[in-house]
């Protein structure tokens, strides 16, 4: 029940396509879904994250959609840029247990 | 940059010695936390303090530990090390430790067991 699921492991994208990552959750008491983007050799750094009250965030060129009653939250990336080719990860946490519990990443290779 | 430091970035040692990495907060976070990150685990939540104090154990095993010091930095030990132990060793900051604070990462410990 603690576990986040994130899917795929790996994607290869083209420049300028879509890419999308998923990741879904049994615990319905989550309440904050972070993303986190970890360049090589480099710690995992916050790019976006939402809360269960709303659907979609958008940032840029990088989207969360949130589905409350799927347990499923994905991360789409517009334009993919070479630049944007790091490892993803989702994140979810339970307010007050001051613990993260993190999805197993996904690579991304975006070809230029 | 972050802001939070880590040392040493490499770290090689044999089985059954004991090391010890040490992180150094962002200026103004009182929370630290620390993780483990392998190829087939991805990344295990250990451990947090907040001012000095445990806050929350995640999957931690017995021969590691953690403190925090009242200059806030932290020292995460390492002993009986096994090749499994094997890792990249990430320590993250927050200005609270509240859930849903953003956690800012410094650039890991690598750790390699022989």
């Known amino acids: 029940q603690q576990q986040v699921k994130q899917s795929p492991q790996s994607l290869i994208v083209q420049k300028g396509g879509i890419s999308i990552i998923n990741c879904a959750y049994e615990?319905?008491?989550?309440?904050?879904f972070p993303w986190y983007q970890q360049f090589p050799g480099k710690g995992p750094a916050l790019l976006i994250a939402i809360r269960p009250d709303v659907s979609e965030k958008k940032e840029g060129r990088f989207t969360i959609s949130f589905n409350k009653s799927a347990k499923q939250f994905s991360l789409h990336i517009m334009d993919s840029q070479p630049g944007d080719s790091a490892t993803y990860f989702c994140a979810a946490i339970i307010s007050g247990t001051y613990k993260y519990i993190f999805g197993t990443g996904t690579r991304l290779k975006v070809l230029a | 940059d972050s802001g939070v430091t880590q040392t040493p970035k490499h770290l090689i040692t044999a089985t059954g010695q004991r090391v010890t990495l040490r992180c150094s907060p962002r200026s103004g976070d009182l929370s630290v936390y620390w993780y483990q990150q392998s190829l087939d685990q991805g990344l295990q939540f250990l451990i947090q303090?907040?001012?000095?104090?445990?806050?929350a154990k995640g999957n931690i095993l017995e021969r590691f530990s953690a403190q925090q010091f009242p200059d806030l930095h932290s020292e995460l030990n390492l002993s009986s090390l096994e090749l499994g132990d094997s890792a990249l060793y990430f320590c993250?900051?927050?200005?609270?430790?509240?859930?849903?604070?953003?956690?800012?990462f410094g650039p890991g410990t690598r750790l390699t067991v022989t």
């Open positions: 993250a900051s927050s200005v609270d430790g509240l859930a849903g604070r953003e956690q800012y």
């Open positions: 615990n319905t008491a989550f309440d904050y």
């Open positions: 303090y907040y001012n000095g104090e445990e806050r």
